[in-house]
């Protein structure tokens, strides 16, 4: 299988190469200045690893490729935006799920603590780079700034490295086999989620 990414230069493409060499598929890719001379022809499956501000653009012209789509969260940090985007992928059934690794460690009676350097959560801000452990939080969700390092608690045990890369493995190697249809409704609840935690953090 040949897997195209997006953003193929950055940080977190560069995880989802390493890890596409290690299940045994090939890899192809361009950075985003490229979208225009774009063919999606050779490739079996898509990842979108751009930064947030390009997914719209990007999503919208793979819609009606007819393979599965993997987009980097979040998808968009505007839910009117992220609401008009479901809505065109919904009406042509574009099958894209969201990067979920937290999904393959998190069971159902997860709290949602963590502890995370805003300086150090990417371009897109403490709430929305912990947009996965706020999705599965059951009750309230402690969002700190104090520690210098990921420090994120599921259950009572501590993430390590080794822990997260099983998971982002697992999450590649079962989106590829079983590219279910999407769950629009759940992403855009899950945005929401997050949307209305940082408005209500923000007024406090």
Same mark, same amino acid.
């Given at each position: 299988?040949?897997? /195209?990414i997006f953003?193929?230069?950055?940080? !977190?493409?560069?995880? /989802? ?14 950075? =985003? ?14 990842i ?6 390009? $997914?719209?653009? =990007? ?36 099958? =894209? ?19 995370y ?15 996965? =452990?706020i999705? $599965? ?26 822990l !997260?890369?099983?998971? /982002?493995?697992? !999450? ?11 769950? /629009? ?16 953090? $923000?007024?406090?």
């Open positions: 299988m040949k897997v /195209y953003g193929v230069k950055g940080n !977190m493409a560069r995880r /989802y190469r390493s890890i596409l060499d290690h299940l045994g598929h090939a890899v192809g890719g361009e950075d =985003i200045e490229v979208l225009d001379g774009f063919s999606e022809a050779d490739a079996d499956a898509f979108v690893a751009t930064p947030t501000e390009s $997914h719209a653009e =990007i999503l919208h012209s793979l819609k009606d490729c007819g393979r599965p789509i993997l987009c980097e969260k979040p998808i968009s940090k505007s839910l009117t935006q992220l609401e008009t985007l479901l809505g065109d992928l919904k009406r042509v059934g574009t099958r =894209i799920q969201m990067v979920s690794q937290y999904d393959y460690l998190i069971d159902e009676g997860f709290d949602g603590q963590t502890e350097d805003y300086f150090k959560s990417g371009s897109d801000g403490l709430y929305w780079d912990c947009i996965n =452990i999705k $599965h939080a059951r009750g309230t969700v402690s969002l700190a700034c104090e520690s210098p390092v990921w420090n994120c608690m599921i259950n009572g045990q501590k993430l390590n490295l080794g !997260m890369d099983k998971a /982002y493995v697992e !999450m590649i190697d079962h989106w590829l086999r079983d590219p279910t249809r999407t769950d /629009y409704d759940g992403i855009f609840k899950t945005h929401k989620k997050v949307h209305d935690l940082e408005a209500r953090c $923000h007024k406090s």
